[in-house]
Structure formats: structure tokens, C-alpha cells
């Protein structure tokens, strides 16, 4: 296993935030006691121990300062206690977990191979949990393999904001959504710029979110695909709550707008942009 990188600056943890919890006796014997006051700790970070014990009925025979342990670990990569709590929650299996073997392994690969910068390392575990329940070998490797081959590399390698990807599968996900925009008619470098600049891209499902929006900007937008290609980001916007209502806005008032004129600005911008246009054209028809 490769060095482990140190943290540029002291974490400073708060003592209470890796100490046993007042609740918590270190020399009780008795088997009944030890699992309730890990259950009270379970519900001290916000750990729903029904949930957890059902996903995880391992956790069952763990003891107390094995959890302990893995909080104060979690909290030295400069999670909040907060964010462990969640991250506990939402992946249960993380409770059994074998440190050296499970976890270890998954940050150096983030530290060491993938290059995340040790600061940044919280907000990739939080933004992407899942990542720490997923299998090194079969899945993360491959899938950053994957990534860089197609373009995530230099200026734009993968990072705190992007490592949600390395969770997909190559197969059943990344690879599905490319063919998609490839067989929109955009060449091989057309896909990868368009990805680079929203990798969200690859996030979507295709039939509930790729393919409803270039019907509408198709059929009823009339639209160009250059623009999509210019403007990636049309995907990310909700076609129901923000592409459809604007569009039909505009054409009620008799306007265009290029798409990211349309949907980057705010509510408030948009109104107040679209007041603007009606009142140019007001004084356009006053001087005719």
C-alpha cells in the first residue's frame, strides 16, 4: 500500500467528536447493555438503526469501539460529524466495513491515483458516498481508466466536482449516454466537448431526461443541434419547470432567445429581461 498523504494543514478535531459520548461505558460486561448504548450512538449521529441493522444485520454483532473507530477515521479525512452521520445512513454496509482493508484503499486511490487534493477529499465523499461502498478493482479503476481515455485529463481531470462518475458503470451507463449524443449526429470531438463542459451529461438517464428534451427542442423548439453542442447545459435545466415554461413565454410575447440566454438567468432576470425586450419593441413601434 502507497504512503498515506498528509493533510497540508492540522484537522484540529474536537476532542468530543472522536471520544465515546456520555452515554457510553467502557467497562460494562454485559452483552444487552453494549448493544443498546451502540444503538444510542447509531442515533446520536443520526443513524437510523432500524435501517441499519435491516441492510446490515452484521452491524448486529460489531462491537462499539470498532464504530468508534470508523467515525474517528472518517472524521481524520475531515468529514463533519454531521456528514458522517449521513454518509453512515445512506450506506449502512460502511458499518462493518475492515478500515485498512475496505476504506484505506479507496482514499489513497482518490489521493494517489485519481489526485484529488486532500482538502477537497470531504467533498467528494459527501457529494458521492458511494464511492466508499464501491469495489476498487471492478469498478473504480476501470471507470477512471475509462474517463481519462475519453478526455478528463490535464485542465480538465476529474475532481472533487466530477468524482460521482467513477461510480457508473462504463457499460450499462457512461457508454449509453455517449452512443446517445453520438448518434444525434455529433462527431466523436463534438461528444467530448460537450461532456467535458457538462459532465453532468452522463449523469442522465437517457429515456426519462436526454431524449424528452431534444423532442421538445426538435419538435417544438425547432431547434438547431449546433446549439446543443455550444450549449451542453440545456440537460441540466428541468424540462417541465424551466425549458417549457420559458420557451412558451417568449413565444407568446412574439420572442427567441439563444438557450443559454433563456435558461441561465433567474426567475427575476428572466422577467426582467423579457420587460426589456417588450418595452424596446413598444418604443420600436412608437417611432414608425
Do not use: W
Request: contains cysteine.
Amino acid at each position: 500500500m502507497m504512503t498515506r498523504l498528509q493533510p497540508p494543514v492540522p484537522l484540529n478535531l474536537p476532542k468530543t467528536s472522536v471520544q465515546p459520548p456520555s452515554h457510553i461505558s467502557a467497562t460494562t460486561n454485559d452483552a444487552g447493555l453494549l448493544f443498546r448504548q451502540k444503538i444510542l450512538h447509531l442515533q446520536a449521529l443520526n443513524v437510523n438503526p432500524q435501517k441499519a441493522l435491516h441492510q446490515n444485520p452484521n452491524f448486529r454483532c460489531t462491537p462499539l469501539p470498532s464504530l468508534l473507530s470508523l467515525e474517528h477515521y472518517l472524521l481524520s479525512l475531515g468529514l463533519s460529524r454531521p456528514a458522517v452521520g449521513r454518509i453512515l445512513d445512506m450506506h449502512p454496509k460502511l458499518l462493518t466495513a475492515d478500515i485498512p482493508r475496505d476504506l484505506e484503499p479507496i482514499i489513497d486511490f482518490l489521493l494517489e491515483e485519481v489526485l484529488i487534493p486532500f482538502n477537497d477529499l470531504p467533498k467528494s465523499l459527501t457529494r458521492c458516498p458511494r464511492i466508499l461502498v464501491s469495489d476498487l478493482k471492478t469498478q473504480l479503476r476501470p471507470t477512471f481508466k475509462f474517463l481519462v481515455e475519453f478526455g478528463f485529463k490535464g485542465s480538465h481531470k476529474i475532481n472533487c466536482q466530477t468524482t460521482v462518475l467513477l461510480v457508473s458503470s462504463v457499460e450499462r451507463t457512461l457508454k449509453p449516454k455517449i452512443d446517445f449524443l453520438k448518434n444525434l449526429g455529433f462527431s466523436d470531438e463534438e461528444v467530448e466537448r460537450m461532456v467535458i463542459r457538462s459532465p453532468g451529461l452522463l449523469t442522465f438517464s437517457v429515456e426519462n431526461n436526454l431524449v424528452p428534451k431534444v423532442d421538445f427542442f426538435i419538435q417544438e423548439m425547432k431547434g438547431d443541434l449546433d446549439e446543443l453542442k455550444k450549449f451542453p447545459q440545456y440537460f441540466s435545466f428541468s424540462l417541465e419547470r424551466k425549458i417549457k415554461p420559458r420557451y412558451r413565454i417568449l413565444v407568446d410575447h412574439g420572442f427567441k432567445l439563444p438557450l443559454a440566454q433563456m435558461l441561465r438567468v433567474s426567475d427575476g432576470e428572466f422577467n426582467a429581461r423579457l420587460i426589456e425586450m417588450r418595452l424596446k419593441r413598444a418604443e420600436r413601434s412608437s417611432l414608425l
